[in-house]
C-alpha cells in the first residue's frame, strides 16, 4: 500500500527455514505503526529473512546422542547447533551469521526457539575455530548431512585446510571477533552461559592463540625475516583476491600491540595488515568476554583477555590517529607499524563508520567526528560514491560505481540529526524495489544492483529500524510517537 507499491518477498509459511512467534508480532506491529508503508514493507521482508532463508540445519540439543562420523572428534558437534548460510551461497561465514541473528538476539530472552537457534549458532561456530581459525568461511557441518559446496578458486593456503569443512579460507581477524560478538549478545541478552562448554574454551584458546601467531612483526629485533603464520595465494586477475610477496602480505611493525588481518570484511585483501576497524572491534569484544568470564567466575582467564582488549586498544590510538591537513585528527583505515597508513572507509563491517555501533568511541569522540565527517565525503574517502539516483560508501569489492545500503543504513544509526536519518532512510527505500535490500548499487542507475537478495543487508535494515524506533520513534511512528522495544 506504499507509494512505490514494494512487492511481499517472503517465503510460504511452509517453505521457511525457521519460524519464531515473537518475530511475527515485531512485524504485524511494525505494518500498523509505521507510517511510511514502504518501510514496513521492506521491514516485513527484511526482518525475517535470515529465518525465512537461510537456517539450513538447526537441532535444538534433544535429540538421541549423534554417532560421530569417522575421523572427528567424538567431542564435537554436541549439543544445539545451527548452519547460517549467508544467503545466495550454501555456506557460513562467522561475521554473516552473526550480523543475520543480531536482530533476534533481544528475542532470546522470551522465545526458548530463538534461544536454542542462537544457542547452537554459538556450538557451530566454536567448531569451525576449533577447526580452522584462519578460515572465514564454511561448509555444512558433518552431523547435518548436508553436501559441501566446493569452490576451487585453486588456493594455496597455510596452514591448510580441509575443503569439505571450510569453503574459504581467508583470515579475517573480525571473523573471530564475530565469534566473541555472537557469545557476547546472548549473554547480555540472556544472562545464559549455557555455551560455556569445554568446547567453547577450547575455541577460545585457540582464538587466543591465532591472535598471538598474528601480532607478530615481519622481522625481529636483529632484523632477520619471520615469516607469517599464515599466507594466501588464488589464481586471480584481481589483485584484491589475493595476498602479494608470495602469499604473505606488506611488511608489519613491532610493538604495535596490534593484531594482522590479512583480508577485510569485504573478503578483499588488505595493503597494510593492521585493519584498524577489526582491531577496534576485537579490542571491544575481548573485554566484554572478560567481564561474561569473569561472572561466570573464570578470573584468571578474564585478566588475560581484558589486558589483550586493553593492549589493542592503545595500540589503535597510538598507531590509528593520524593527522589529517583537511579535516584534523582521524582514524586510519588500515596501517603498517612503520608509519604508512591508508585513508579511506568501506561499506562492509566492521568499519570506521560503525566504531560508535561496535562500542569502540562515542558518537562524540572529537575524533571520530572528524573520521565521521572525512569518510562521507567524496574529497576525503575514495570509496564514496556519489550519482543520480544514491550515494554512500561502496569499497574496491564491486568497484567504482557502486555504493552498498548497509553504509547508508550504518550512517543512520551513527547519527542523532532527524534529517541526516531521514535522507538516509529515503535513500535506500527508494532503491530497494524488490521489497528487499542489495548488496550494492549503481549509484547512477539503482536497477544495476548486486544481490537481490542478501541476508547479511536485510539484517542490518531491521537494526536500523529496531534501532529509531527506541531513539527516534518519531521519525518511524509520527509526531509524539512512544518508543518501541523488542525483548
Known amino acids: 500500500s506504499g507509494d512505490l507499491g514494494l512487492p511481499f518477498q517472503r517465503p510460504h509459511k511452509h517453505c521457511r527455514t525457521f519460524e519464531s512467534p515473537l518475530v511475527e508480532k515485531v512485524i504485524d506491529y511494525m505494518n500498523d505503526k509505521l507510517v511510511d508503508k514502504d518501510l514496513a514493507r521492506i521491514f516485513e521482508n527484511a526482518f525475517p529473512n535470515t529465518l525465512d532463508t537461510t537456517v539450513k540445519w538447526h537441532v535444538d540439543g534433544t535429540e538421541k546422542k549423534r554417532k560421530a562420523k569417522k575421523g572427528t572428534d567424538p567431542d564435537a558437534w554436541k549439543g544445539a547447533q545451527s548452519f547460517i548460510v549467508t544467503g545466495d551461497i550454501n555456506a557460513e561465514w562467522l561475521r554473516d551469521s552473526t550480523n543475520q541473528l543480531a536482530q533476534y538476539q533481544s528475542l532470546a530472552k522470551k522465545d526458548k526457539t530463538t534461544h536454542n537457534l542462537i544457542l547452537g549458532a554459538i556450538n557451530t561456530q566454536a567448531e569451525y575455530v576449533i577447526g580452522s581459525p584462519y578460515c572465514n568461511a564454511f561448509q555444512p557441518p558433518p552431523p547435518s548431512g548436508l553436501s559441501p559446496t566446493y569452490g576451487g578458486d585453486g588456493d594455496t593456503v597455510h596452514p591448510a585446510y580441509e575443503p569439505s569443512f571450510v569453503f574459504e579460507c581467508k583470515y579475517e581477524?573480525?571473523?573471530?571477533?564475530?565469534?566473541?560478538?555472537?557469545?557476547?549478545q546472548f549473554y547480555n541478552n540472556t544472562g545464559s552461559i549455557e555455551f560455556m562448554t569445554p568446547?567453547?574454551?577450547l575455541a577460545l584458546d585457540t582464538l587466543l592463540t591465532t591472535l598471538d601467531a598474528q601480532a607478530q612483526p615481519t622481522f625481529d629485533k636483529d632484523g632477520a625475516y619471520r615469516r607469517n603464520a599464515y599466507s594466501f595465494q588464488r589464481r586471480t586477475d584481481t589483485g584484491t583476491?589475493?595476498?602479494n610477496l608470495a602469499g604473505v602480505g606488506n611488511p608489519l611493525g613491532a610493538d604495535t600491540g596490534l593484531i594482522r588481518s590479512a583480508f577485510r570484511p569485504s573478503d578483499d585483501a588488505t595493503i597494510l595488515g593492521f585493519f584498524i576497524p577489526s582491531n577496534a572491534m576485537i579490542s571491544v569484544e575481548l573485554k566484554r568476554t572478560a567481564s561474561l568470564l569473569s561472572s561466570a567466575g573464570k578470573k584468571t582467564l578474564a585478566a588475560n583477555l581484558r589486558e589483550r582488549?586493553?593492549?589493542?586498544?592503545?595500540?589503535?590510538?597510538?598507531?590509528?590517529?593520524?593527522?589529517?591537513?583537511k579535516y584534523g585528527k582521524v582514524f586510519a583505515f588500515e596501517v603498517d607499524g612503520f608509519g604508512s597508513h591508508i585513508i579511506m572507509d568501506d561499506a562492509n563491517l566492521p568499519s570506521l563508520l560503525a566504531l560508535p555501533l561496535l562500542g569502540f568511541?562515542?558518537?562524540?569522540?572529537e575524533v571520530y567526528k572528524n573520521t565521521r565527517k572525512m569518510i562521507l565525503e567524496k574529497a576525503g574517502n575514495p570509496y564514496f560514491l556519489t550519482g543520480d539516483e544514491f550515494s554512500g560508501i561502496g569499497g574496491p569489492h564491486i568497484g567504482l560505481q557502486s555504493a552498498w545500503p548497509m553504509s547508508v543504513l550504518v550512517q543512520a544509526m551513527t547519527s542523532d540529526?532527524?534529517?541526516?536519518?531521514?535522507?538516509?532512510?529515503?535513500?535506500v527505500r527508494n532503491v530497494s524495489r524488490n521489497g528487499l535490500i542489495h548488496e550494492s548499487v549503481n549509484v547512477d542507475y539503482a536497477r544495476d544492483y548486486t544481490r537481490s537478495w542478501f541476508a547479511w543487508a536485510n539484517s542490518v535494515f531491521a537494526q536500523t529500524v529496531l534501532d529509531l524506533a527506541v531513539r527516534k520513534p518519531h521519525l518511524l511512528f509520527g509526531k509524539d510517537a512512544e518508543a518501541y522495544v523488542i525483548g
Open 173 to 184: 581477524l573480525d571473523s573471530l571477533a564475530h565469534f566473541l560478538s555472537l557469545t557476547n
Open 199 to 201: 568446547r567453547w574454551l
Open 241 to 243: 583476491e589475493t595476498l
Open 309 to 325: 582488549g586493553e593492549s589493542i586498544e592503545k595500540g589503535v590510538w597510538e598507531h590509528a590517529v593520524v593527522e589529517h591537513k
Open 361 to 365: 568511541v562515542n558518537t562524540d569522540n
Open 417 to 427: 540529526d532527524d534529517d541526516e536519518i531521514t535522507k538516509c532512510l529515503e535513500l
